[in-house]
Each structure stands twice: as structure tokens, then as C-alpha cells.
């Protein structure tokens, strides 16, 4: 017969797996606010020092356009997608905790249905022993 | 005019009512013997617990164990069968002193010994329930509790105890079963 329990050892692994998941989403989101805060200041300064670049004027109009465009949208740039990404990337993460609490549940039912078969045939045992005992009582 | 049975083929034959009486009763031991015997007789008892006990009629099989015990008062299973009824019935302590009881009285007596090794493993004394258990191997010569005795072996040695709750007993929970 099976030893009964390990679900304190799966619940420790969903902790840790929920755990990893919230910090690989707050790394994702430091590592966009840093980038975008890298990306707004390079595109200020390309169109600071462009003009003084020999033929850097259409440099400097590009990144005038794309800063003027990044102001214009809401979130700036290249938020919009980053948002899309994040969110997938929580489903996914949602998802696998999901499958996780799925597959545990699902070996708690088996453990469930094997205790029951256990306990059902050692009483039906003890039943058809004491019958029988009965049966052939003799002095 | 009625046709005997007994009587010649054809052969016509007057029969009063006490004889009818008296054929009835013939016929009727025929087909189940008179329990004069006592150890028929509380075997008799015993089969009805056990079947009340199957039907949750506690009550009852407390009252058909106890005539069994006293048509057989030297038999160990009567009472054997008495602590098994108060285990069934979650009175646990009520059944471990019944029961040790009859491990004393009669240790080479098997049935005595499976039921007190159960009522120490519902108890949650599994290390008296082990040695329980180890004298029903030695008692039980004639192997008629051979598949209870493995079965509770081997829940004994499977048997996480840290991960089982405190036993249940009804007395605790002021529930008179």
C-alpha cells in the first residue's frame, strides 16, 4: 500500500514556482521602465548634437519624429506591445500555476481512490473473516 | 379422508388434529433442528450480531452477543465479537478493555488477539498494536485469520503515522453509540 501523503511537498513547490513568476514579472518590468528611460533620453540627445553632426539634420528630425510619436501615444514609446508581452507572459505564468494546481489535484483524487479500494477490501476482509470464524466455532 | 404420506401407496387414512399438530411439528425440527446444543445455539446468536451489526443495529448486536456469551461463557469468541461491535460502534476504549480482557484469558486464542491489534491501531498505539499483532501470528495455528492478520501487517508497515489525525471516539464527542 502507498504511504499516504506529499502534499505539503507540492504545495511547497507551487509556492516556489507562484514565487518565481512574480519575481521574473517584477525583473520584466524594471528591465522595460529602464529601457524606456534609456530610449527617451538617447533620442533627446541624438536630436540635441545632430544638427552640429555634419549631415545629421535628417538624423535629428528622425528622432524628433519618433520622440514626438512616443509623446503622442499613450504609454509612450513602445509601451503598448511591452504591455501585450507582459500580459502574456502573466497568462503563461497563471497558466502553468493553473496546471500545477490541476496535476495536484488530480494525483489527490488518485490518492483518494486508492485509500478508498484499500480501506473497502480490508473491511470486507475483516467481514468474511468473522463470518467464517463464526461458521466454524467449536469448542 | 385424507391421503398419508406415510401410510401404503392408496392407503386411506383418518387423522385427527393433534396428529396433524404433532406431524407439523415433526416436519418443522426436520428441517431446522432444535438448537439444544449451547454451542450451536450461540453460534446461532453470534450470526444474528454480526448481521444486526451490518444493518447498524447496535443495540441489538450488543443483546445477541451478550446471550451468546452466556450459552457459551468459556468460548473466546463471543466476546471477541463483542469488542469488535464496540470498535464498530467508535467506542474504542469500551472495546480495547473488552478485548484485552479476552487476550488474557484466552492468548492462545487468535480472534482475541486481531481484534485487540485493531483496536490498538484505531487507537493510535501502533507499537502495542505490532505486538498485538505478533502473538495473533503465533495463536492463529490453524490460519483462520491468515488474510486479516496480513492485511493488518501490512498496514502496519505501511503506515505513515505522522500523517494520521487523532483517533475519533465518539465518548469524547458525547455521542452514545
Same mark, same amino acid.
Given at each position: 500500500?502507498?504511504?499516504?501523503?506529499?502534499?505539503?511537498?507540492?504545495?511547497?513547490?507551487?509556492?516556489?514556482? @507562484? &514565487?518565481r513568476a512574480n519575481e521574473t514579472s517584477d525583473r520584466k518590468e524594471k528591465f522595460g521602465k529602464v529601457f524606456s528611460g534609456v530610449a527617451t533620453v538617447a533620442l533627446k540627445t541624438t536630436a540635441t548634437v545632430a544638427p552640429l553632426v555634419p549631415g545629421g539634420v535628417i538624423v535629428g528630425k528622425a528622432a524628433e519624429g519618433v520622440q514626438r510619436l512616443r509623446e503622442n501615444r499613450p504609454g509612450g514609446l513602445g509601451d503598448g506591445p511591452q504591455d501585450q508581452i507582459d500580459k502574456m507572459w502573466a497568462m503563461q505564468q497563471e497558466? @502553468?500555476?493553473?496546471?500545477? @494546481?490541476?496535476? @495536484?489535484? &488530480? &494525483?489527490?483524487? &488518485?490518492?483518494?481512490?486508492?485509500?478508498?479500494? *484499500?480501506?473497502?477490501? =480490508? =473491511?470486507?476482509?475483516?467481514?468474511? *473473516?468473522?463470518?467464517?470464524?463464526?461458521?466454524?466455532?467449536?469448542? | 379422508?385424507?391421503?398419508?404420506?406415510?401410510?401404503? +401407496?392408496?392407503?386411506?387414512?383418518?387423522?385427527?388434529?393433534?396428529? +396433524?399438530?404433532?406431524?407439523? !411439528?415433526?416436519?418443522?425440527? +426436520?428441517?431446522?433442528? $432444535?438448537?439444544?446444543?449451547?454451542?450451536?445455539?450461540?453460534?446461532?446468536?453470534?450470526?444474528?450480531?454480526?448481521?444486526?451489526?451490518?444493518?447498524?443495529?447496535?443495540?441489538?448486536? !450488543?443483546?445477541?452477543?451478550? !446471550?451468546? +456469551?452466556?450459552?457459551?461463557?468459556?468460548?473466546?469468541?463471543?466476546?471477541?465479537? $463483542?469488542?469488535?461491535? %464496540?470498535?464498530?460502534?467508535?467506542?474504542? /476504549?469500551?472495546?480495547?478493555?473488552?478485548? /484485552?480482557?479476552?487476550?488474557?484469558?484466552?492468548?492462545?486464542?487468535?480472534?482475541?488477539?486481531?481484534?485487540?491489534?485493531?483496536?490498538?491501531?484505531?487507537?493510535? !498505539?501502533?507499537?502495542?498494536?505490532? /505486538?498485538?499483532?505478533?502473538?495473533?501470528?503465533?495463536?492463529?495455528?490453524?490460519?483462520?485469520?491468515?488474510?486479516? /492478520?496480513?492485511?493488518?501487517? %501490512?498496514? #502496519?508497515?505501511? #503506515?505513515?503515522?505522522?500523517?494520521?489525525?487523532?483517533?475519533? %471516539?465518539? $465518548?469524547?464527542?458525547?455521542?452514545?453509540?
Open positions: 500500500m502507498p504511504k499516504i501523503n506529499n502534499n505539503a511537498s507540492a504545495n511547497a513547490n507551487l509556492a516556489m514556482e @507562484q &514565487q497558466n @502553468q500555476v493553473f496546471n500545477m @494546481q490541476y496535476m @495536484q489535484l &488530480q &494525483q489527490s483524487i &488518485q490518492a483518494d481512490n486508492r485509500n478508498f479500494s *484499500t480501506m473497502s477490501n =480490508l =473491511l470486507k476482509v475483516r467481514h468474511d *473473516t468473522a463470518k467464517s470464524a463464526i461458521n466454524n466455532m467449536h469448542a | 379422508m385424507r391421503l398419508d404420506s406415510r401410510a401404503g +401407496k392408496g392407503q386411506h387414512t383418518n387423522i385427527t388434529a393433534t396428529e +396433524k399438530t404433532e406431524m407439523y !411439528r415433526h416436519e418443522q425440527q +426436520k428441517e431446522e433442528p $432444535e438448537l439444544t446444543d449451547g454451542l450451536e445455539a450461540a453460534r446461532c446468536e453470534l450470526r444474528r450480531a454480526w448481521l444486526q451489526l451490518g444493518y447498524a443495529d447496535i443495540e441489538g448486536a !450488543r443483546a445477541s452477543c451478550a !446471550r451468546a +456469551k452466556s450459552l457459551e461463557p468459556d468460548h473466546p469468541l463471543p466476546p471477541s465479537i $463483542e469488542g469488535a461491535i %464496540e470498535l464498530a460502534a467508535g467506542n474504542l /476504549r469500551q472495546a480495547l478493555a473488552k478485548l /484485552r480482557a479476552v487476550t488474557k484469558r484466552w492468548p492462545d486464542a487468535p480472534c482475541g488477539h486481531v481484534y485487540y491489534t485493531e483496536a490498538c491501531l484505531l487507537m493510535g !498505539r501502533f507499537k502495542q498494536a505490532q /505486538r498485538a499483532l505478533d502473538k495473533a501470528d503465533e495463536a492463529d495455528t490453524q490460519e483462520q485469520w491468515t488474510e486479516q /492478520r496480513q492485511d493488518l501487517r %501490512e498496514l #502496519l508497515e505501511n #503506515l505513515d503515522a505522522s500523517a494520521l489525525p487523532a483517533p475519533l %471516539e465518539l $465518548e469524547t464527542l458525547g455521542v452514545n453509540a
